[in-house]
């Protein structure tokens, strides 16, 4: 369990900056929701945050020999 923990500690304490990005831009109104655009971004970039958590997370189970 110890050797998953950085993991943890960075995508939580990552995942609170990454939302506290996201949700400032929603509370200024810099999103316009009816905009197909910003939609996609949104979209994108949520999937790229829990995209790179699992590769992240397979390669550290590959490094411990836990697939």
């Known amino acids: ?21 996201l949700l400032i831009p929603w509370r200024k109104g810099d999103y316009i929701w009816h905009r197909k655009e910003d939609r996609l971004t ?17 390669w550290t189970a590959v490094v411990l020999g836990k697939p």
């Open 42 to 58: 949104l979209a994108a970039m949520i999937f790229a945050f829990f995209l790179y958590l699992g590769l992240q997370a397979l």
């Open 1 to 21: 369990m110890r050797y998953w923990l950085p993991l943890i500690y960075q995508f939580t304490v990552g995942g609170i900056i990454f939302g506290i990005g």
